[in-house]
């Protein structure tokens, strides 16, 4: 029985994002790139594009990759928000990135 279709669009999705940060001449490029993946994507395809980050060594976007994926498992307060600690990190993370890629929050 093959995948489901949903599946199969993720980790393809995932694999061609993962090989656009491995290509990408800039860290700015690379930021750009992880700013526009899904979360679906991200929080699936976490350990490829870790690595396609480790291997051309763009540090920051290996962070916001696991600050994304914790924040999706943190336990939510009674609205469905993050913690203030859990949200902060998050946003810290985020901006930073924002930065490198050269757009605004």
């Known amino acids: 029985m093959s995948p489901p279709l949903i599946e199969t669009m993720v980790l393809g999705q995932g694999f061609h994002v993962a090989n656009e940060i491995r290509h990408a001449p800039t860290a700015e490029a690379r930021a750009r790139i992880l700013l526009r993946v899904p979360d679906l994507v991200l929080m699936q395809m976490a350990p490829a594009l870790e690595s396609a980050c480790a291997e051309v060594m763009f540090e920051l976007g ?6 994304k994926v914790a924040s999706f498992s943190a336990v939510k307060d009674e ?12 946003e ?8 490198v890629a050269g757009v605004r929050p």
């Open 92 to 99: 810290i993370v985020a901006h930073t990135l924002r930065a």
């Open 79 to 90: 609205l469905g928000d993050l913690p203030d600690a859990e949200w902060a990190r998050v």
């Open 62 to 67: 290996t962070r916001f990759i696991q600050v």
